[in-house]
């Protein structure tokens, strides 16, 4: 899935964002970040979800996701 997702994300069919919640469901944390400071210098709607998003919550406690929910306009993770 993840490998279509990349190819699609290349033609416009899938947004960063969308990358981002699926390597946050697989666990890479860098990639996930990465997509999501795509997501948010391309300014994709769906990042008004990342605080909330169950797919990253394993990404709650990294400095450079709390800063990234900070950037986005949204109230920092307590």
């Given at each position: 899935?993840?490998?279509?997702?990349?190819?699609?994300?290349?033609?416009?069919?899938?947004?960063?964002?969308?990358?981002?919640?699926?390597?946050?469901?697989?666990?890479?944390?860098?990639a996930?970040?990465?997509?999501?400071?795509?997501?948010?210098?391309?300014?994709e709607?769906?990042?008004?979800?990342?605080?909330?998003?169950?797919?990253?919550?394993?990404l709650?406690?990294?400095?450079?996701?709390?800063?990234?929910?900070?950037?986005?306009?949204?109230?920092?993770?307590?």
């Amino acid at each position: 899935m993840l490998e279509v997702q990349k190819k699609r994300y290349t033609e416009h069919g899938v947004t960063a964002y969308e990358l981002a919640e699926t390597e946050g469901l697989l666990g890479d944390k860098a990639a996930a970040l990465q997509y999501l400071r795509l997501s948010l210098a391309q300014n994709e709607s769906r990042l008004a979800t990342v605080r909330t998003s169950s797919c990253f919550r394993s990404l709650h406690s990294d400095p450079e996701f709390r800063q990234l929910v900070v950037d986005t306009g949204l109230p920092p993770l307590t």
